[in-house]
């Protein structure tokens, strides 16, 4: 990475926790969905990031993310969690010869879908269960998680729209 791209990474980091605690947080669907748009900075992270600091990064927002909502270390273990799988996932999911950008608008909306929702279902299942810390509510935790990840996947795919373009590689 050069310094463009990590002056360009840190001020995604700070808007997405921006986003997530001033925003995000009051964003809620009957009960049963719940965004958590702040992980979409993993998820957009280039794919040659080093994973020392795809999971500092990891801890780090859900350490910030964490101290927002009170909830010690749950935020933190599941952004670890995806930020640890994520590789694994993006070498399952990309083909060889697919470029190594992130960004919906490169990609095929059907590969960041199946990327993205794996990773989201992940980090939410992580969360739902930690905070439950029982089986008593299985079936409606498995609710919110499904209801949550449908929720925010698509208000990822809405910001990835809404952000600007990167610009284009010249050779």
């Known amino acids: ?13 700070v808007l997405y926790i921006i986003l997530q605690v001033f925003f995000a947080k009051n964003l ?19 794919q040659d990031t080093k994973r020392d600091v795809l999971l500092f990064s990891g801890f780090l927002l859900g350490f910030i993310v964490d101290s927002f909502y009170n909830t010690w270390g749950i935020h933190s273990a599941a952004c670890v969690l995806i930020a640890f799988i994520r590789p694994f996932v993006l070498k399952v999911v990309t083909p060889k010869n697919a470029g190594d950008d992130n960004d919906l608008k490169e990609r095929s909306l059907l590969r960041f879908s ?11 299942s992580m969360i739902f269960f930690i905070e439950i810390a029982h089986f008593k509510l299985f079936f409606h935790t498995l609710v919110k998680i499904f209801f949550s990840t449908i ?12 952000s600007p373009k990167k610009a284009t590689k010249q050779a």
Do not use: G, R, W
């Open 1 to 13: 990475m050069n310094n463009k791209t990590i002056v360009t990474q840190v001020v995604y980091f």
């Open 28 to 46: 809620e669907l009957f009960d049963v969905a719940f965004c958590f748009v702040y992980i979409n900075f993993i998820l957009n992270l280039p």
């Open 114 to 124: 199946l990327y993205a929702i794996i990773l989201i279902f992940i980090h939410h």
């Open 151 to 162: 929720f925010t996947f698509v208000l990822s795919v809405i910001i990835q729209y809404l």
